[in-house]
Nanobody, 124 residues
């Protein structure tokens, strides 16, 4: 059974940083792309970032490019999202997702399993 468990969320002031982690189990982690999405109150879930199975290909939403960095450790079955220069607009529940293939671009349908989410709140 696929499990994705996010951690690292919390409350931070604008300009601060957080590092999200997603521990994966129940599948061959190193064979699949991984992604991060987020959902703010009253808004639809939106793409944040994806990383290929090997970690060599990454994609970012324009809104986070240059501030967020996705990475993965295939030995630890974990994907990370380093978030710097946070702003109140980044406040959302952040979800980790496992892709259906080795590569994924940014569409939710490219991902077959989702975590429960971790809350990130950025105060002004």
């Amino acid at each position: 059974q696929v499990q994705l468990v996010e951690s690292g969320g919390g409350l931070v002031q604008a300009g601060g940083s957080l590092r999200l982690s997603c521990a994966a189990s129940g599948f061959i982690f190193s064979n699949f792309a991984m992604g991060w999405f987020r959902q703010a109150p009253g808004k639809e879930r939106e793409f944040v970032s994806t990383i290929s199975w090997s970690g060599t290909t990454t994609n970012y939403a324009d809104s986070v490019k240059g501030r967020f960095t996705i990475s993965r450790d295939n030995d630890k079955n974990t994907v990370y999202l380093q978030m710097d220069s946070l702003s109140p607009g980044d406040t959302a529940v952040y979800y980790c997702a496992a892709g259906r293939a080795r590569l994924a671009y940014r569409l939710p349908q490219e991902f077959g399993s989702w975590g429960q989410g971790t809350q990130v709140t950025v105060s002004s």
